[in-house]
């Protein structure tokens, strides 16, 4: 089948690119705030997107390898393998996303800590922003190995 | 086909009914901890948690009805409306739960207000374990429902 962003395709690959690159840049907005280590939600937000950048950059490195040599990689076997990683992933990204956002709402609407200069609360926001488009991407993926599994 | 937890038979309409009271229980649970309106959080899992309670219940109605009249409700325009809502109630689920579990570790483990005996902690943890097992037999459903749409 010949799905949208189904492994082995180029969409596959551009999406994979597009998870490892959004998930690494949400590491490097996270680790660039000071103070980020006050909060167990977004330490738990860089293990998680750290997790998410090895994950999509091994399935790109294995989507370039099947667009080089030609490869079919839909046998239900790697298939099935492919749904639980992007499964496991895509939950712990999309938990690890909204608990940093929880806790970034508590600061700057109920707390009011954004309002002293001390607390880098736009780069937080940033970081949980690129971490979101990252979860998106990596969820339309889930979603087409999936079919793919139920239709194979 | 006659897969676990699919609608219209006797073991989705068990999931439809855990999800339902497991959600107003978190509700219940919530509500009675004094000052929870105070985040933000907390005010979201009520409301995501009353939408799943208003989805779940009317799904388990229509199961009832399927299952007494004996009709079948696997035809894919309706399975593919359960599909899109339920997926749309699991997420918002989920990231209720998350960004409330969020705020809670920040509140015990890195801001130490649950030392304090004004802050009904307990409560909160409970609640939210109510919403994380509610949200997971509805990620059964949906996964289930995905599956029959794909299939048939």
Redesign the interface.
């Known amino acids: 089948m010949a799905l949208f962003g189904s492994p082995g395709k180029l969409s596959g690959l551009l999406l994979r690119v597009g998870q490892c690159s959004f998930a690494a840049a949400s590491i490097g907005v996270m680790v660039s705030a000071p103070g980020f280590f ?4 977004f330490c738990y937000l860089i293990a998680s997107m750290g997790l998410q950048v090895l994950w999509s950059f091994g399935l790109a490195c294995l989507d370039l390898h099947a667009l080089r040599s030609k490869r079919n990689l839909q046998n239900p076997i790697l298939v099935s393998l492919f749904v639980v990683g992007d499964w496991v992933t895509a ?1 712990l990204s ?3 996303a ?6 970034t ?2 600061y700057s ?2 707390l009011g800590y954004c309002r002293s200069p001390h607390i880098p609360c736009s780069r937080f926001q940033a970081s949980i922003f690129l971490a979101f488009i990252s979860w998106f991407l990596l969820a339309i993926s889930s ?1 087409v190995t ?2 793919l599994l ?2 194979v």
């Not at 006050?38 to 939600?41: P, V």
């Open positions: 006050n909060s167990t939600a939950i999309l938990a690890a909204c608990s940093s956002a929880g806790v709402v508590l609407r109920d979603h999936f079919w139920a239709a």
